[in-house]
């Protein structure tokens, strides 16, 4: 969906003309899963599929909001209080969270506004449709009332961060920052080292690596995907408490190195054992892939990828089976370097890394083999993505 389609829709849906147009994209993450709400690593990289929303305002205090991907549209009296909670209501929650954050936090004047959402970041796949949703808003939100205002002039760090306070705190699930900094901060030709205590970010290089990002979405999304996501947060906050007693001075999994982890693993009940020696190991996964993409040297960032899913299919177990089927499928196939689930888990999307003329040779053995394998009724959806910039204004 082009600027331009969007303003269109939203022409049709208003009756009048957007006043401003933001997009932010989705992004796949090739290592660091989970580790993001443990003050850890992550990996992302933004994709060229993006979310755009464009708004007008108004001045009777109204909200009204249409996605033209869902094909639903909403309208409010004021910015709620509360979360909506009708189905087909409650994917507004994502922009009113923003307007919510930014409105307390004086960035935002809540008078009325228009807005229209549309985008080809596929939903439930993995892929952050939701954080490009938020940080779009946010770039929106922030932009309207600030003629002359341009992309460069976004202050992207604080609206990935009001992004992350409307999921969290308005939407309601206990995620981590990578989503929402990928979709603001991402670069064109690189991937992002992102340091989820500190904030740090460094662009990685990544055009010249000479790989293909093949994004396979496996098209199921187990129903315990979200609760289970939020069991996993309290699990790692139990081992942080327990690690605290034993070793002291532990306020997140960052603080236990390998060699403190391993004196005193035995000490703790087996689940959490292996919840914490995944975030730990994982830790390191991103922290050598990124000196592997420095050094050139892909075939290691690929074992990065796989040792990172067997991590989280076997320590974190937040795979599942048709992941776990793509990701076999992407290990037996030659010139696929390496391969990981994507994003929470129990569905979405499996990333990898492939080399150029083993593309169409990996995209037709998921296609002819993943249904049967994985013992599922669906077609697999398989696309090449390139890395594409992080949130910002669309002129026409
Ligand atoms: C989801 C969350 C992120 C992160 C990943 C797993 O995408 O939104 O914060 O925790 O899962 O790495």
Same mark, same amino acid.
Request: with cysteine; aromatic share 6%; charged share 30%.
């Given at each position: 969906?082009?600027?331009?389609?969007?303003?269109?829709?939203?022409?049709?849906?208003?009756?009048?003309?957007?006043?401003?147009?933001?997009?932010?994209?989705?992004?796949?993450?090739?290592?660091?899963?989970?580790?993001?709400?443990?003050?850890?690593?992550?990996?992302?990289?933004?994709?060229?599929?993006?979310?755009?929303?464009?708004?007008?305002?108004?001045?009777?205090?109204?909200?009204?909001? $249409?996605?033209?991907? #869902? &094909?639903?549209?909403?309208?409010?009296? =004021?910015?709620? !209080?509360?979360? *909506?909670?009708?189905? +087909? @209501?409650?994917?507004?929650?994502?922009?009113?969270?923003?307007?919510?954050?930014?409105?307390?936090?004086?960035?935002?004047?809540?008078?009325?506004?228009?807005?229209?959402?549309?985008?080809?970041?596929?939903?439930?796949?993995?892929?952050?449709?939701?954080?490009?949703?938020?940080?779009?808003?946010?770039?929106?939100?922030?932009?309207?009332?600030?003629?002359?205002?341009?992309?460069?002039?976004?202050?992207?760090?604080?609206?990935?961060?009001?992004?992350?306070?409307? $999921?969290?705190?308005? #939407? &309601?699930?206990?995620?981590?920052?990578? =989503?929402?900094? !990928?979709?603001? *901060?991402?670069?064109? +030709? @690189?991937?992002?080292?992102?340091?989820?205590?500190?904030?740090?970010?460094?662009?990685?290089?990544?055009?010249?690596?000479?790989?293909?990002?093949?994004?396979?979405?496996?098209?199921?999304?187990?129903?315990?995907?979200?609760?289970?996501?939020?069991?996993?947060?309290?699990?790692?906050?139990?081992?942080?408490?327990?690690?605290?007693?034993?070793?002291?001075?532990?306020?997140?999994?960052?603080?236990?190195?390998?060699?403190?982890?391993?004196?005193?693993?035995?000490?703790?009940?087996?689940?959490?054992?292996?919840?914490?020696?995944?975030?730990?190991?994982?830790?390191?996964?991103?922290?050598?892939?990124?000196?592997?993409?420095?050094?050139?040297?892909?075939?290691?960032?690929?074992?990065?990828?796989?040792?990172?899913?067997?991590?989280?299919?076997?320590?974190?177990?937040?795979?599942?089976?048709?992941?776990?089927?793509?990701?076999?499928?992407?290990?037996?196939?030659?010139?696929?370097?390496?391969?990981?689930?994507?994003?929470?888990?129990?569905?979405?999307?499996?990333?990898?890394?492939?080399?150029?003329?083993?593309?169409?040779?990996?995209?037709?053995?998921?296609?002819?083999?993943?249904?049967?394998?994985?013992?599922?009724?669906?077609?697999?959806?398989?696309?090449?993505?390139?890395?594409?910039?992080?949130?910002?204004?669309?002129?026409?």
């Amino acid at each position: 969906m082009t600027t331009r389609e969007a303003r269109s829709a939203f022409e049709a849906a208003y009756g009048r003309e957007p006043t401003t147009v933001a997009s932010a994209p989705g992004r796949v993450n090739l290592v660091g899963g989970h580790t993001d709400y443990n003050e850890g690593f992550v990996l992302p990289m933004a994709i060229d599929r993006r979310t755009t929303v464009a708004v007008a305002p108004r001045d009777d205090g109204r909200f009204r909001l $249409e996605s033209a991907d #869902v &094909g639903a549209a909403v309208a409010v009296d =004021d910015v709620p !209080a509360e979360p *909506l909670t009708a189905d +087909d @209501e409650v994917w507004a929650n994502y922009p009113l969270g923003v307007f919510v954050d930014l409105a307390a936090a004086g960035r935002f004047e809540p008078r009325g506004l228009d807005l229209l959402v549309a985008g080809d970041v596929p939903r439930g796949a993995g892929l952050s449709s939701s954080a490009a949703l938020e940080v779009a808003t946010a770039a929106a939100a922030y932009a309207v009332d600030r003629p002359g205002v341009g992309t460069a002039d976004l202050p992207k760090r604080d609206l990935a961060e009001a992004a992350w306070r409307a $999921e969290t705190g308005f #939407v &309601g699930l206990d995620c981590g920052i990578m =989503d929402q900094y !990928a979709s603001a *901060l991402c670069r064109a +030709d @690189e991937v992002l080292f992102l340091d989820c205590r500190s904030r740090e970010t460094r662009g990685v290089p990544f055009a010249d690596a000479g790989l293909n990002v093949v994004v396979v979405d496996t098209r199921v999304e187990h129903e315990l995907a979200s609760s289970a996501y939020n069991d996993r947060v309290r699990e790692c906050e139990e081992a942080v408490e327990r690690l605290d007693g034993l070793l002291g001075g532990v306020a997140s999994l960052r603080d236990v190195d390998r060699d403190a982890f391993l004196a005193h693993a035995a000490d703790l009940p087996g689940e959490l054992r292996r919840r914490a020696r995944h975030v730990i190991t994982e830790n390191e996964r991103v922290e050598a892939a990124v000196d592997a993409l420095e050094g050139g040297d892909v075939d290691a960032v690929g074992d990065c990828m796989f040792e990172s899913h067997a991590s989280l299919r076997d320590d974190y177990e937040v795979s599942c089976g048709e992941l776990d089927t793509v990701v076999e499928l992407a290990w037996e196939t030659e010139g696929v370097v390496g391969a990981r689930m994507t994003g929470g888990g129990f569905g979405g999307s499996v990333v990898a890394l492939v080399e150029t003329d083993a593309v169409d040779g990996f995209r037709a053995t998921v296609d002819a083999e993943y249904a049967d394998r994985a013992g599922v009724d669906v077609e697999p959806r398989t696309f090449v993505c390139s890395s594409a910039e992080g949130v910002r204004l669309d002129s026409a």
